[in-house]
Nanobody, 124 residues
């Protein structure tokens, strides 16, 4: 089992940046592919970015490509989401998730472990 705790959310003006962190404890972090998801009020949870367990392969949703970057440090048991050029439509609760798999997936049900979420609010 792995326990995930997100941090780094907050209120930022449009065009600003935030870096989310997700610290993992429990089983060996490097066995898990990791994903970042977000959910805005009244909307379904959507995949934002994913990274393979080695860190060698990454994915970014079209809506955030070129603005958001996912990275991981297996030595620190942490995955990051660097968010630049933030837009009001990025406002959501952001969750990190772990899948006992070599590669990421964009399907939420494929992830067995989730953090509690961190709120990101982008003002216009």
């Amino acid at each position: 089992q792995v326990h995930l705790v997100e941090s780094g959310g907050g209120l930022v003006q449009a065009g600003g940046s935030l870096r989310l962190s997700c610290a993992a404890s429990g089983h060996t972090f490097s066995r898990y592919a990791m994903g970042w998801f977000r959910q805005a009020p009244g909307k379904e949870r959507e995949s934002v970015a994913g990274i393979s367990r080695s860190g060698g392969n990454t994915y970014s949703a079209d809506s955030v490509k070129g603005r958001f970057t996912i990275a991981r440090d297996n030595g620190k048991n942490t995955v990051y989401l660097q968010m630049n050029s933030l837009k009001p439509e990025d406002t959501a609760v952001y969750y990190c998730a772990a899948a006992l798999d070599p590669f990421y997936t964009v399907v939420p049900s494929e992830y067995g472990y989730w953090g509690q979420g961190t709120q990101v609010t982008v003002s216009s």
